[in-house]
């Protein structure tokens, strides 16, 4: 095996087929949901969206807001954008065009991302526009590569890991630099099992091992986002450590949460890092062949230097201006970023800068006469105390996350969630649709009201004893009965 040390074509033909799935898991879950969120009925229609976009703009809309909804609509054309992610995703996993492919991809998740941005504020959004943006430069330029194997060009290579050493890195430095003291004493874990938005069966016993234990993993991921990263330009060895160990990472993180692709895409570009030889005997049993040229682009490998320059000054003068180091920006650096931060592609990261210590909950309820209420139930959001934690990653229930965030803020901060009540007063079918359960099938409820809850996981003792994951104390009325006519009689 030694002699495919420092070859890297089996990698980058991996990636490019997780990749794929990660696209059409993204595109299907999206599909399923779109009318309900941004559709004609749905909570935060796009239509009215664009409009708004296109009066404040005038005639730069198309350049501050791209999408290809300004030529399409915002109907039927939503759930056609993501049929087309779908089928693009099969192709480009099947070998069909990947670098056109690619593109169309690219161009479709952002038209989709600009007609919901409530729903797509998102950095695993925003990881999958530029990761499908670099992967362009990796992928074979040509109609029918199939599924053979091709050497990718070294520096279109580096691109990603250098997205992968931005993503890693800087979701450690965050922590670090933002002062929250949970994260400088090592006990930010013994919040997170049962704080964070959608928790798997498995967080339940992970928020009840002993502090020792909580402390203890909290410093090996601090150990493995900064100093893993580093070594994906070390020697063989070290390098397959570093990446193992940032796969480990992500591995145990969606087993105990519910990070829609998030950890799937971190593992895809992580594969890149680790050469041929470390794939073992098993690479030859797999279609393909040996790894050979890429073709080169239409042009030349100029397009492809020129973009790498700008990408590595570019997104590395950003993240020095978010950690406060004193790099000159002049005025053309500044129109340049405004330029392209419509396209949300080249993107700092780092997520929970500050630990969440307790877990405030939104309960929709609806009633018919003000006295007697019942609640509605999100498909994977703590509801009934009863109902267990369970595993939906990585398909993303978009509705159910932005509830999360919504639970932190106020209703001032939300102003969307009384629209989603007026939907539910109207019994719009594609926004039930949304909801496991409508405990109002007949016809709609003449009240809706939100109460917030602070949630947590029950004890070993009182799981035993009631069969419960969670216990819950009442917090406050988030959206007191609002109606939408009176009540007749």
């Not at 796969?247 to 990070?259: A, D, P, R």
């Not at 690479?283 to 973009?307: E, F």
């Not at 997104?315 to 978010?322: F, G, M, S, V």
Request: charged letters at 15%; aromatic letters at 14%.
């Amino acid at each position: 095996m030694s002699g495919r040390a420092g070859q890297f074509g089996f990698g980058a033909w991996l990636f490019l087929r997780l990749l794929a799935l990660v696209h059409l898991i993204a595109f299907a879950s999206y599909w399923a949901q779109c009318a309900g969120l941004v559709g004609p009925h749905g909570v935060s229609p796009a239509g009215p969206l664009f409009e708004a976009v296109r009066a404040h703009y005038g005639a730069a809309a198309y350049w501050q807001w791209p999408s290809l909804c300004w030529w399409l609509g915002t109907g039927a054309a939503l759930p056609g954008l993501a049929a087309a992610g779908v089928v693009l995703s099969v192709l480009l996993f099947a070998g069909v065009a990947p670098a056109a492919c690619l593109v169309l991809l690219w161009a479709d998740y952002l038209s989709l991302a600009g007609s919901g941005p409530l729903f797509f504020d998102y950095q695993w959004d925003a990881l999958l526009l530029e990761t499908t943006f670099l992967a362009i430069w990796i992928a074979p330029w040509s109609w029918l590569p199939g599924w053979r194997r091709a050497e990718p060009a070294r520096l279109a290579r580096w691109l990603l890991l250098w997205l992968l050493l931005r993503l890693m890195l800087m979701s450690g430095l965050v922590k670090l630099t933002s002062g929250d003291p949970t994260w400088r004493n090592l006990t930010a874990l013994s919040f997170h099992y049962h704080t964070q938005p959608l928790p798997t069966p498995l967080a339940w016993y992970a928020d009840h091992l002993p502090p020792w234990a909580q402390r203890g993993t909290c410093a090996a991921m601090f150990a493995i986002e900064l100093l893993a990263p580093w070594t994906l330009w070390a020697r063989a060895g070290l390098r397959r450590a570093g990446t193992a160990a940032i796969i480990g990472l992500q591995l145990g993180i969606l087993l105990t949460g519910n990070y829609t692709f998030f950890n799937y895409l971190t593992i895809a570009l992580a594969v890149l890092a680790w050469d041929d030889a470390a794939w073992g005997r098993w690479i030859d049993r797999l279609p393909g062949g040996p790894a050979g040229p890429l073709p080169a682009p239409p042009a030349s490998s100029r397009p492809l230097r020129l973009v790498a320059l700008a990408v590595f000054a570019l997104t590395a003068l950003e993240a020095a201006q978010d950690f406060g180091i004193p790099l000159s920006r002049g005025p053309a650096f500044e129109r340049i970023i405004a330029a392209i931060v419509p396209f949300r592609t080249l993107n700092t990261y780092g997520l929970f800068a500050r630990m969440t210590t307790t877990r405030p909950q939104l309960v929709i309820q609806g009633s018919e006469d003000g006295r007697d209420w019942r609640s509605y139930e999100l498909p994977h959001q703590a509801g009934p105390l009863g109902r267990r934690p369970d595993f939906v990653a990585p398909w993303q229930p978009r509705l159910d996350w932005q509830l999360w965030f919504a639970a932190l803020e106020t209703p001032q901060d939300n102003p969307w969630i009384e629209d989603l009540g007026a939907q539910l007063l109207r019994g719009t079918p594609e926004v039930l649709r949304l909801f496991a359960r409508n405990p109002f099938p007949l016809r709609p409820p003449h009240y809706v009201r939100i109460v917030r809850y602070t949630y947590e996981f029950t004890s070993a003792e009182e799981r035993r004893a009631t069969g419960e994951w969670w216990r819950r104390a009442f917090e406050d009325f988030y959206l007191p009965p609002m109606a939408l006519t009176p009540p007749a009689g």
